[in-house]
């Protein structure tokens, strides 16, 4: 089937359509999810990575139109024109539940600014941004998980696990690391800090990393699973492609 084809079928749905998983690239127009009032979730994949053109040319659609139910969004393989978004964040930040999202660092100040209701984040915090992570942390108070990406370029793993001990919301319990690698007297006080939140939640810990993981981390993994303070840890080591090579997962008792 063609893709005016498939825009065909889909829209006949378009009143209890509620989830759209699309992939796009060349010149498919998104303007026909303009029809999905009742969409709770969409997730777009721009095949072009990397392509800012290519997503802004299909997401510009989008741009005016408020979607009542939305409460997912995910965008991956590239990032729309900072004013895109931004004028999407304003019609549709307040509803959602969970963003996806490569992009600009200046926009986490925009995600703070209209998507205070978020349970759960991935976006990229650019090195030398600390104090808007704290500034998410503080507008974002549902906030319950976040995905970030460490490395060069970006904050580091001891300023993230720094910040998160002390600055996440009370309802915070689910941290994801990409590019995890760092040494244990580093990593060891941010469960020290953590164990004396007051009230303690449990904490569920996913580590994704192109390196193997250094023992002394997953024996660290493993002493705070055992006095409570890990929920659960998941640790995954990828290849090229980001396969994945080594899967290790430990849940609650």
Not at 97 to 110: P, Q
Not at 113 to 130: G, H, I, W
């Amino acid at each position: 089937m063609d893709w005016s084809g498939i825009i065909s079928s889909l829209t006949k749905h378009s009143i209890t359509l509620t989830k759209l998983h699309i992939q796009v690239n060349g010149n498919k127009e998104l303007s026909f999810i303009n029809k999905f009032k009742n969409l709770q979730e969409l997730f777009i994949l721009f095949e072009s990575y990397g392509s800012s053109n290519s997503s802004n040319k299909h997401f510009k659609d989008l741009q005016y139109t408020k979607f009542d139910q939305l409460q997912i969004l995910k965008l991956d393989g590239g990032c729309p024109k900072f004013e895109i978004l931004v004028k999407f964040l304003e019609n549709n930040g307040k509803n959602l539940k969970e963003f996806h999202v490569n992009g600009y660092g200046s926009l986490n100040l925009i995600i703070a600014k209209y998507c205070p209701n978020l349970l759960s984040l991935y976006t990229l915090f650019p090195k030398n941004e600390m104090e808007t992570l704290k500034f998410i942390f503080n507008n974002c108070q549902k906030l319950e998980s976040i995905k970030i990406l460490c490395g060069e370029g970006y904050l580091t793993e001891k300023e993230i696990l720094k910040i998160v001990a002390i600055h996440s919301p009370k309802n915070f319990h689910e941290l994801k690391l990409y590019n995890f690698d760092i040494s244990g007297s580093d990593f060891e006080p941010f469960f020290i800090n953590w164990k004396d939140r007051v009230p303690l939640k449990s904490i569920s810990f996913i580590i994704e990393c192109h390196l193997n993981v250094k023992r002394e981390n997953i024996e660290l993994l493993e002493k705070y699973k055992n006095l409570g303070i890990i929920k659960k840890f998941e640790i995954n080591v990828k290849g090229y492609y980001n396969k994945s090579l080594i899967s290790l997962a430990i849940a609650p008792s």
